[in-house]
Nanobody, 123 residues
Framework: QVQLVESGGGLVQAGGSLRLSCAAS????????LGWFRQAPGKEREFIAV???????YYSHSVKGRFTISRDNAKNTVYLQMNSLKPEDTAVYYC?????????????????WGQGTQVTVSS
């Protein structure tokens, strides 16, 4: 399994930007599908974006056009660039890794998780 550590969260005003990073350990990083999820207080963890090992990307409706997922296999890192942030984007953000040929969009599809990083967007 791969170990994941997120960073880059913080407090930002509405309309601002943040870039989250997720560093992974493991020599098979390039073979994993990598996803970002978030969980707001009192809500379930929800899918935001995924990037496959072949660099295909998929996004939830709520962030499409504002967020961009990318990966740097040489650095074993996946990124989430978040632009035009809204107060409703406030949540703990998690990166996750999935091993397998099919893409996953559900929490249960991903076997490895980071500890999360807090993003707070003020109005």
């Amino acid at each position: 399994q791969v170990q994941l550590v997120e960073s880059g969260g913080g407090l930002v005003q509405a309309g601002g930007s943040l870039r989250l990073s997720c560093a992974a350990s493991g020599h098979t990083f390039s073979s994993y599908h990598l996803g970002w999820f978030r969980q707001a207080p009192g809500k379930e963890r929800e899918f935001i974006a995924v990037i496959t090992w072949s660099r295909l990307t998929y996004y939830s409706h709520s962030v499409k056009g504002r967020f961009t997922i990318s990966r740097d296999n040489a650095k074993n890192t996946v990124y989430l660039q978040m632009n035009s942030l809204k107060p409703e984007d406030t949540a703990v953000y998690y990166c996750a890794a999935r091993w397998g040929s099919s893409i996953g969009y559900e929490v249960a599809d991903f076997g490895s998780w980071g500890q999360g990083t807090q993003v707070t967007v003020s109005s």
